[in-house]
C-alpha cells in the first residue's frame, strides 16, 4: 500500500463546516481528476485511522487540495482535522476512484459529493476550455451549506443550478431531487450522467435515473 507523508501548508474554513487543505505534494504523484486518496493524520493515535478524500487540485498545481465538511457531532477524522492546522503531517494512502469525466453531461451533487465535480470543472474550464455543455445540479441543506458557489458559477453561469432541501432563499427552488424534479428539469435521458453524495443520495437518484431511461453505462458514481 502507498504511504506519503505530506505536511499542510495552508488549511481554513471556506463555510461554516468545510475546510480547505493545502498541502504538500509527493514527487511525481498523480491522479484523475475525480480520484481520492485515502487519508490519515500522522499522530500516534490517528495514523491507523483512514478515510478518503477527493483531490480537487489540478494534477498541473505545484501542491494537493482537499475541500473536507467537517462533522463535530463525534470524535472522528474530520472532527480532528478541523482541529489540525498548517504544519501538521498528513499520510495520503492509495489513489482510487471511479468518478472519471468521459462526456458533456449532467452532474448532481448532494453536499460534500461536489468535491471530484470540483476536480472535473477546473480541469475542464482551465485547461481545455471543455465545460460548456456540461450543467451541475447542486443539493445542499441551506444557501449556507453550498461549497465553492462563487467559482461554480463562474464556472458554469447558469448551467450551475442550486436545489435547497431544507430553506426558502428567494430566486432559487426549495425542494428534493425526486422523480418529478427530475422529469422537469431533465429533458434528455440519454445523455451522459455523473452522481455523487451521501450513500443514500446516490442510490435513489440513480434508480430514478435509470427508471427515467438513462442508460446504466452513461450513469457514472462512485461504486
Ligand atoms: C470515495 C470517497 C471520497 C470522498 N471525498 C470526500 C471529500 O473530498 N470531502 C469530504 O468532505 N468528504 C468526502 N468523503 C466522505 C468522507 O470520507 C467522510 O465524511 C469521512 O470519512 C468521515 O470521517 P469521520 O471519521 O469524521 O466520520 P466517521 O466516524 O467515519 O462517520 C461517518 C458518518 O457517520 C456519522 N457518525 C459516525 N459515528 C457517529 C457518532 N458516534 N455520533 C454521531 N454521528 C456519527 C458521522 O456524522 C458521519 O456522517 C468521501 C467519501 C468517499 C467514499
Not at 458533456?104 to 475542464?124: C, D, E, Q, S, V
Amino acid at each position: 500500500m502507498a504511504e506519503h507523508i505530506v505536511k499542510i501548508l495552508e488549511c481554513s474554513y471556506i463555510n461554516h463546516d468545510v475546510k480547505r487543505f493545502i498541502t504538500e505534494r509527493p514527487p511525481l504523484f498523480s491522479f484523475i481528476p475525480g480520484q481520492a486518496t485515502d487519508i490519515s493524520i500522522n499522530l500516534p493515535e490517528w495514523k491507523d485511522q483512514l478515510r478518503p478524500f477527493t483531490f480537487t487540485s489540478l494534477n498541473k498545481w505545484p501542491y494537493l487540495e482537499f475541500i473536507i465538511k467537517i462533522y463535530d457531532d463525534h470524535n472522528g477524522v474530520t472532527h480532528q482535522l478541523g482541529k489540525t492546522n498548517a504544519g501538521a503531517e498528513l499520510i495520503l494512502h492509495d489513489v482510487f476512484g471511479t468518478i472519471i469525466y468521459k462526456e458533456p453531461g449532467i452532474f448532481i451533487a448532494g453536499g460534500a459529493g461536489i468535491t471530484p465535480f470540483i476536480a472535473i470543472f477546473r480541469t475542464l474550464h482551465q485547461l481545455k476550455k471543455l465545460l460548456p455543455g456540461n450543467a451541475l445540479i447542486f443539493s445542499n441543506k441551506t444557501a449556507d451549506d453550498i461549497i465553492l458557489g462563487e467559482e461554480l458559477t463562474k464556472m458554469l453561469g447558469p448551467a450551475f443550478i442550486n436545489v435547497f432541501t431544507r430553506q426558502g432563499v428567494i430566486g432559487f427552488r426549495e425542494r428534493r431531487i425526486d422523480r418529478n424534479y427530475l422529469i422537469e428539469t431533465i429533458h434528455d435521458f440519454s445523455r451522459h450522467f455523473y452522481v455523487c453524495g451521501p450513500e443514500i443520495f446516490v442510490r435513489e437518484i440513480v434508480e430514478l435515473l435509470l427508471s427515467l431511461g438513462a442508460r446504466a453505462d452513461t450513469v457514472i458514481f462512485e461504486r
